[in-house]
């Protein structure tokens, strides 16, 4: 069994990582760290002008950080930095390397806004688009979970 991890910074990806790990130990699965970065030939043109090696290398250092601690807690782990556009990016790894669920962070799914996360349209065009299983791993939790709460007798 194979899990991709859509990864964006060690930070940032953090309970994904985690949710991910959980999973694998249970299930012996393998954990594949993907990150895609935007072409700078496709951005435009002062970004095709500004552009180095430095975010792939620093994409890789940062994989391979998460990679050793995942191994040191007992997960068959790997990554890999791909360049192109981000969303179709990580579907497109997703499928060559055979995942069986694809693991992605949100921050901005709410209730609210809920036909499905506007403010987050890596995550909009993965639920839309994936051929995967997806697993959403919610980043920031809502700071109150009153809208959730019923009101109980006593309040009456």
Known sequence: MRFVVAFSSPKRSARTVEAAAR???ALG????????????EKVGVVAQLISSDRPA???KSQIDEVVAKLTQQGVKASG????GEVAQGIIKAAVELKADLLFAGTTDVNVQTFPLM?????????VVN??????????DPP??????????????
């Open 23 to 25: 999973h694998a130990k």
């Open 29 to 40: 699965a393998e954990i594949v760290l993907v990150r895609v970065i935007p072409d700078p």
């Open 57 to 59: 290398d620093k994409a």
């Open 80 to 83: 890999e930095v791909r360049i």
């Open 118 to 126: 506007r403010k987050d349209p890596i995550v909009h065009y993965l």
């Open 130 to 139: 994936s051929p995967i299983s997806l697993f959403l791993v919610r980043h």
């Open 143 to 156: 700071e109150s979970d009153s809208e959730y709460e019923t009101e109980s007798p006593e309040s009456e």
